[in-house]
C-alpha cells in the first residue's frame, strides 16, 4: 500500500459527530494506506449490459463501461488507475480525493464542491455513462459546516446506478434521498472516524437499500471487521479473491448483501 500521509481537513456536516477528538483533528487524518504500487488494470471484456468495477484503493474505483468509457472516482494525487480515466470525479474533504494536477488526457473532470461556494450540480452523458450528484455537508477545520462540499456521484450505464457516497459525514435525509432515487451498487466509506461513524453509516445503507455494498476508506482490517461486525446482524457478507467485479443487473443479489473486495 502507498503509505504516504497527507495534511488533510477532519469532517462532519449537519450536526456535530461526537467527539472525535480534536487532538485526532490536528492530526494527518485520511491518510491513504495501500501497497507501493496500484493493483494492475485489466482492460474489461464486457458485454452490452455488464459494467466492471475495479478498486484501487482508498475511494477510488475504476468504473468500464460497455461502450469503453473509464471512469475514476475521488481522483488524486496518490492512488490512481494504471490507465488514464475518460472522467475522474473529486472531493474535497481532504487531499486524498481530489487533485490540483490531474493527468492532462482526462477529458471530463466533476469535482464535487463549487470553488465558488454555493452547491454544484452535475448531469452529463459521455458515451453510453450518465453522472449526476447529490450534494452533502462537511465540517472544516473549525468544527463549523461546509454545505454541499461532498457529493455522492451516481454513474449509471448498462441499467446500473452506482453511487459513491465519497467522503460522507452525515445521515441522508428524505430529499437526499428522493435525489439519489434507485441504487444498485453503494460504494460506501467504513473508516468510522473521519466520515460517518459507522453505526451512523450503517443507517445508511439501510435507507438506501442498495442490493451491492461494496466497502471502501477502509484504512485496517481492524476498521473493517468492525464494519463488518456490525453489518453481519442484518446483511451477508461475501469477500473477493480479487479487486474487481463485473456487474449487470441480472447478477445482482435478490436480497441486499456486501462484497468486500481486494485493497485498502
Not at 191 to 204: K, P
Not at 207 to 226: G, Q
Not at 237 to 262: C, E, G, K, M, Y
Request: hydrophobic share 40%.
Amino acid at each position: 500500500m502507498f503509505m504516504h500521509a497527507v495534511r488533510a481537513i477532519a469532517a462532519l456536516a449537519f450536526i456535530a459527530l461526537p467527539a472525535l477528538g480534536r487532538a485526532a483533528e490536528r492530526q494527518d487524518p485520511c491518510p491513504p494506506l495501500l501497497s507501493s504500487a496500484a493493483p494492475r488494470i485489466i482492460p474489461a471484456a464486457l458485454g452490452q449490459k455488464e459494467v466492471e468495477l475495479t478498486f484501487v484503493g482508498h475511494a477510488t474505483f475504476l468504473i468500464e463501461t460497455p461502450g469503453g468509457v473509464k471512469i475514476a472516482t475521488d481522483y488524486n494525487d496518490y492512488i490512481r488507475p494504471d490507465v488514464v480515466p475518460d472522467i475522474a470525479t473529486m472531493n474535497k474533504a481532504h487531499s486524498t480525493h481530489y487533485s490540483n494536477h490531474p493527468d492532462p488526457g482526462i477529458k471530463l473532470i466533476l469535482r464535487g464542491w463549487n470553488p465558488e461556494g454555493g452547491p454544484i450540480h452535475h448531469d452529463v452523458r459521455y458515451g453510453d455513462m450518465r453522472i449526476r450528484n447529490v450534494t452533502t455537508n462537511i465540517r472544516n477545520w473549525s468544527g463549523g459546516t461546509e454545505y454541499d462540499a461532498n457529493s455522492i456521484f451516481i454513474f449509471e450505464s448498462a441499467g446500473l446506478c452506482i453511487a459513491h457516497l465519497g467522503h460522507l459525514h452525515h445521515e441522508l435525509t428524505p430529499e437526499h434521498l428522493a435525489q439519489l432515487g434507485r441504487v444498485d451498487v453503494v460504494l460506501v466509506p467504513v473508516d468510522g472516524s473521519y466520515t460517518l461513524d459507522q453505526e451512523g453509516m450503517f443507517r445508511v445503507l439501510k435507507s438506501i437499500n442498495a442490493p451491492l455494498m461494496i466497502p471502501m476508506h477502509i484504512f485496517s482490517d481492524a476498521t473493517l471487521e468492525r464494519f463488518l461486525s456490525l453489518a453481519r446482524e442484518t446483511y451477508p457478507v461475501d469477500f473477493s479473491a480479487s479487486n474487481h467485479v463485473t456487474l449487470s443487473r441480472d447478477s445482482l443479489p435478490s436480497t441486499p448483501r456486501i462484497l468486500v473486495l481486494q485493497g485498502r
